[in-house]
């Protein structure tokens, strides 16, 4: 079981950056891939970025590319994504997760779930 708490979410401005952090307990930390999902009012939960167990492989979603940041650091048990550039439809409630095979970007395949931290991008 690996316990997961967001944190690092707020109110910002169009084209302003954030950092969220997820820190993880239980398992050891370079045991399992991770990923970030995000989601808004009405919509379903979508997935966001990805990271590999050993942070040496990474994967987003091409509504992000090239905006956000997914890395972990394995001492400090905890995973990042720096969001930069940031748009009104980037306001979501965002979940990092645990627990998926590589390259499996369904929901339903992480085991871990944190609370959610909520980004709200103002225009």
């Known amino acids: 079981q690996v316990l997961l708490v967001e944190s690092g979410g707020g109110s910002v401005q169009a084209g302003d950056s954030l950092r969220l952090s997820c820190v993880a307990s239980?398992?050891?930390?370079?045991?399992?891939?991770m990923a970030w999902f995000r989601q808004a009012p009405g919509k379903e939960r979508e997935f966001v970025a990805a990271?590999?167990?050993?942070?040496?492989?990474?994967d987003y979603d091409d509504s992000v590319k090239g905006r956000f940041t997914i890395r972990k650091d394995n001492a400090k048990n905890t995973m990042y994504l720096d969001l930069n550039s940031l748009k009104p439809e980037d306001t979501a409630v965002y979940y990092c997760?645990?627990?998926?095979?590589?390259?499996?970007?369904?929901?339903?395949?992480?085991?871990?779930w944190g609370q959610g931290t909520q980004v709200t991008v103002s225009s």
């Open positions: 997760a645990a627990g998926a095979s590589w390259g499996d970007k369904r929901a339903v395949a992480y085991y871990s």
């Open positions: 239980g398992r050891p930390f370079s045991s399992y891939n």
């Open positions: 990271i590999n167990w050993s942070g040496t492989s990474t």
